[in-house]
């Protein structure tokens, strides 16, 4: 059996619920794909926290505490442009990672 990951367990309960959203199933199909529903969102769920996990981890400053980061897409374009400019025009001799 192929092992489950986050987005196949996305793309899959994407197709239950459409499945679903149809109306054209019996009582039993119903419960049987309600019931792998909540089997794969759980399973996403796990996988979320053991990602937000990491991310702190990531995110905790030398004295182990974890710094409030935001994250923004357009702040990510916004620092991106900053590090292309500081890197080209003789910025600090940080690695921008």
């Not at 059996?1 to 199933?25: R, T, Y």
């Not at 996988?47 to 990531?58: F, G, P, R, V």
Request: net charge negative.
């Amino acid at each position: 059996m192929e092992e489950l990951n986050f987005e196949k367990a996305l793309s899959e309960l994407e197709s239950i619920v459409e499945k679903m959203e149809k109306g054209d199933l019996s009582l039993n199909e119903s419960l049987t794909l309600f019931e792998r529903g909540v089997q794969l969102a759980r399973f996403m769920r796990g996988e979320i926290e053991t990602a937000e996990k990491k991310i702190e981890i990531l995110l905790k400053n030398e004295k182990g505490m974890i710094k409030p980061e935001s994250f923004d897409l357009a702040d990510e374009d916004i620092s991106a442009k900053e590090s292309e400019e500081n890197s080209s025009s003789g910025g600090d001799d940080t690695l921008p990672f």
